[in-house]
Structure formats: C-alpha cells, structure tokens
C-alpha cells in the first residue's frame, strides 16, 4: 500500500475548494475527487516551500519525476497512492499532511458519498480516510479494499510508524518483515511498518480491511 511520520508544523494550512485520487473509490462525488486534487496540490507546494525546495530538489529527493511534481501541486494530476506516499516520506511528513484542510474540532460526520478516497495506480487497492483530514493526527483510520489478485506492496514508511489491521472481509495475506501472514475475517495484525510490506488478496471476492496506522511524532 502505499498507505510516513510528521514532525509539528504550524497549522492550520489554508484550505482549498478542491481534494482526491486517481480512480476515486465510486462512492465519491465528482465535487469531492476535484477538491482532493486542489487540496494535496496546495498542502505539497506549501510543505516543500517551507522545507526550502525547489521542485527540482524535492524531484531529486524523492526521485519523482520534476514534471510529475509539478502538475500535481498545480491541480493536473490525480496522484496515486504510491506517489503521495513517496513525496510525504521525501518531505517526512505523515500521510495525511498532504490531504489535509486545516483545524479540527468538534463533532464531524463523514457520509460515504462525501468521502474522499485514493487508488493504486492499477484501480485494485483503494484507500479512503474514515477520520477527519483536518489539523495534524498521530493515529489515522483507513478503509482498504483490494479487489481479487490485487497484490500492493509499499515501501517502508517514516520511522516508528506502526500498522494496526482488522480484516472485515477475507481472506487476506499481509506480507511485513517477518514474512508472509495470511488472515481471515475478523483476524488481526499489528506490525512496524517503517520496513517494506504488502496486502495481498488471494480470494475470488473483495477484501475490505480496516487500518489503524499511528505515527511518532
């Protein structure tokens, strides 16, 4: 998955109108994919702004391609799961720095027609946020889904970050530094995720998992 840690930032980041990825799970709106991509292209020029980047160092160090970079922070390409997590471990930020739109208080309701998801580059793993993507968090709540033979590997995320899985719907096979875990419904993994890992679906129907991810701060 391509599902990294954050240091303190002064928040909140001013919020765009507009926030999603590429091939955005079905029950998200139009409105929400549109504002998705506004908002990851606002918070990643901010962020690497504020570390004293170029577009051209942060291609360097991450080793994205410069204008890949570029339409994403100006709202022309829908990154993926995969690239959003190269660029927040590139800048040592947590995943959900990039997707967020500011402070966070009081009571939220998130409908699922209003949630906003991100997909692998191939459409088979899905990942949609059950958490508010407002303010800075040090614990994250995900939705995955991984449709049958989906096989998504990710690289290790920022140091200390932890991965804490419950299967809703199997079987499922998690691959973490120890080797491979198979899981049924209603079995549960924790493990360091700041090694190389991997979700794997080998049944014939759609896994769906849920993912406690919680970072060092």
């Known amino acids: 998955m391509t599902i990294g840690t954050a240091p303190a930032f002064d928040r909140p980041l001013r919020a765009p109108a507009a926030m999603s990825g590429e091939g955005s ?3 998200s709106s139009p409105a929400s994919v549109d504002q998705l ?3 990851i292209g606002d918070n990643l020029r901010a962020f690497r702004r504020r570390q004293g980047l170029s577009v051209d160092g942060l291609a360097q160090l991450s080793g994205i391609d410069r204008a890949l970079l570029s339409a994403i922070e100006e709202g022309r390409h829908r990154p993926d799961i995969a ?3 190269t660029v927040a471990k590139a800048l040592d930020l947590s995943f ?12 939220t309701v998130i409908r699922r027609a209003e949630s906003r998801s991100l997909t692998s580059r191939d459409g088979r793993f899905t990942s949609r946020a059950l958490f508010p993507l407002k ?3 040090q614990v994250e709540f995900y939705e995955l889904r991984l449709s049958p033979g989906a096989d998504e590997e990710s690289d290790g995320h920022s140091p200390g970050t932890v991965e804490n899985i419950l ?3 199997g079987p499922v096979e998690i ?3 120890d080797g491979e875990h198979r899981l049924e419904e209603g079995d549960s993994i924790l493990f360091e995720a700041d090694v190389p890992h991997g979700y794997r679906n080998p049944g014939d129907g759609e896994a769906v998992l849920y993912l406690v991810m919680s970072y060092i701060l």
């Open 96 to 107: 959900s720095s990039l997707l967020s739109t500011g402070g966070d208080a009081g009571t």
């Open 135 to 137: 303010g800075e968090r």
């Open 25 to 27: 799970d079905p029950a």
């Open 167 to 169: 299967v809703g719907r």
């Open 83 to 85: 690239t959003l997590w």
């Open 175 to 177: 691959v973490t530094a």
């Open 37 to 39: 991509v506004g908002v």
